[in-house]
Structures are given as structure tokens and as C-alpha cells.
T-cell receptor, first 116, second 119 residues
């Protein structure tokens, strides 16, 4: 049981390049999400998914695309990277997403992205 | 809308002295509250969670937090700091229904408190 895995661990891009951050979980969780962490800002939600084929925007979705074709995988795409997207990105998953649920969210180890 | 405010961006204590990390929340819905810890260059780990069963919640590594509805607070405490407690701590609220201005169950993070522990 690997939990939540993310690849790559580090990435440097030039402005305008595209890339995909990978996230996978092996816990059969319905809910998956992407956050970005910037100094002094905490973690902010980018996109989330409540199941295969279902995605929705979070607090800071601009510049990012997601899709969820399988329960296990939830990739995050940067179509045209900008320096403002320099950040640490965390993927998380939990059993469900419910307003009265106390499910723990499990976090991946993070991807540190630098856009020059 | 729901929000979380961590009142201190940085707290410094000496080893063996008590730790207090302050958190206030805003919610028109009955909140679910959490504390997460992030050690340097690591991911996030759940310290404890408020499940409404008891207002005093015990977590891992000797940490605990008390939910005070009248003060809308969920402060994190530990009686005696250890060097290994040096990390960043996040107070988190789970959003309520969108109908009430919530984030539909998604987590809302505070901006974090960096805890330094001096020998």
C-alpha cells in the first residue's frame, strides 16, 4: 500500500512550456484533489474530483487543467507555465467528500515546481 | 463563507516549555476542524481532528486541541516542547454545504504557524 504518490519530485520549466504532474493513489478513494503551497499562504485548492469523470474547480484553478479517467489517477496539467506557478504542489485523497464526513485526507510528498 | 485564521505566523519556544498555537475559525455551519503538521521539506501529516464527540481532542506526539464554540477557537497545545516538534502547523476547517457559503467538504487551510524550538 503506497498511499498517495506524486511524480516528479522536482521540476524546472521555462515560461510557456507545458507539463503534467502525476498523482496516483491505491486506496480506492473517491475524492482526490490538488493544492498549491506558497510561503505564508498555506495550501490553496486548485481542482478536485469526487470520482472518475467528475471534476470541479477550487479556489485557484486558472492556468491548470485536470481530468479523472480512473479512480486511481488524477493528473494536473499546466498548459503554458508562468513564473506565478512556481510553487509546491500537493495531491491528496480521501474516501469521500462529504460535508459531515470526518475522513482523513492523505497527502502525497509534493512536487516542487520552478518556472523560469 | 468559512475561514481559518492562525493568529501567529511564527512561535518560538524553549525545549521543555509549553506550546500554544492559536487558531480561530469562522463558520455558519457546524465545523469539522483539523491540525496538520509539516516538517521541513516533507508532506503533511494529520495531528488531530475534532469530531464533535468531545471538545478536548488528543492527537499524536502529545499534542491536543480544545474546541471552544463560544470563542470560535481551536488552539493547539503541548505541555512540553521537544526539538523534533519544530515544524509548520496548519489549522484546517472542512467546508460546509455551498448553500451556506461553504466549500462543499473541501479543506480550507490557515496560513500556517512555524514553530521553532530552542535548545
Amino acid at each position: 500500500n503506497a498511499g498517495v504518490t506524486q511524480t516528479p519530485k522536482f521540476q524546472v520549466l521555462k515560461t510557456g512550456q507545458s507539463m503534467t504532474l502525476q498523482c496516483a493513489q491505491d486506496m480506492n478513494h473517491e475524492y482526490m484533489s490538488w493544492y498549491r503551497q506558497d510561503p505564508g499562504m498555506g495550501l490553496r485548492l486548485i481542482h478536485y474530483s469526487v470520482g472518475a469523470g467528475i471534476t470541479d474547480q477550487g479556489e485557484v484553478p486558472n492556468g491548470y487543467n485536470v481530468s479523472r479517467s480512473t479512480t486511481e489517477d488524477f493528473p494536473l496539467r499546466l498548459l503554458s507555465a508562468a513564473p506565478s506557478q512556481t510553487s509546491v504542489y500537493f495531491c491528496a485523497s480521501s474516501r469521500t467528500l462529504g460535508t459531515s464526513s470526518y475522513n482523513e485526507q492523505f497527502f502525497g510528498p509534493g512536487t516542487r515546481l520552478t518556472v523560469l | 463563507a468559512q475561514s481559518v485564521t492562525q493568529l501567529d505566523s511564527h512561535v518560538s519556544v524553549s525545549e521543555g516549555t509549553p506550546v500554544l498555537l492559536r487558531c480561530n475559525y469562522s463558520s455558519s455551519y457546524s465545523p469539522s476542524l483539523f491540525w496538520y503538521v509539516q516538517h521541513p521539506n516533507k508532506g503533511l501529516q494529520l495531528l488531530l481532528k475534532y469530531t464533535s464527540a468531545a471538545t478536548l481532542v488528543k492527537g499524536i506526539n502529545g499534542f491536543e486541541a480544545e474546541f471552544k464554540k463560544s470563542e470560535t477557537s481551536f488552539h493547539l497545545t503541548k505541555p512540553s516542547a521537544h526539538m523534533s516538534d519544530a515544524a509548520e502547523y496548519f489549522c484546517v476547517v472542512r467546508g460546509g454545504p455551498k448553500l451556506y457559503g461553504g466549500s462543499q467538504g473541501n479543506l480550507i487551510f490557515g496560513k500556517g504557524t512555524k514553530l521553532s524550538v530552542k535548545p
